[in-house]
């Protein structure tokens, strides 16, 4: 959900929950060779420069609204829970 104006249910629901549901789905696909996720620069609202995934994703930022954080939480879960190489 990009609004930066939405309330923060609506927010959680559509980038956390989305992503969860969309991780839970890639569990099933045993035969699933490439998934490719991708990010926003939003994850990260202090970022300034050029963009790495070392320096996107921070457990503690001030997050100016809720599509910021719930992004940030968004790319949390697909790093902890999806492998970064699917064989």
């Not at 104006?5 to 969860?20: E, F, H, R, W």
């Not at 490439?34 to 997050?63: C, I, Q, W």
């Not at 940030?72 to 190489?85: G, T």
Request: charged content about 25%; aromatic content about 10%; cysteine-free.
């Amino acid at each position: 959900l990009y609004d930066l104006t939405a309330n923060l249910k609506d927010s959680y629901l559509k980038n956390v929950i989305g992503t969860q549901n969309i991780i839970n789905l890639l569990k099933k696909m045993t035969k699933l060779k490439t998934f490719h996720y991708f990010s926003t620069y939003a994850v990260n609202p202090l970022l300034e420069g050029m963009a790495s995934e070392e320096r996107l994703v921070k457990d503690e930022l001030p997050f100016p609204n809720h599509y910021t954080r719930t992004k940030n939480d968004a790319e949390h879960l697909v790093r902890k829970q999806v492998p970064s190489h699917i064989q």
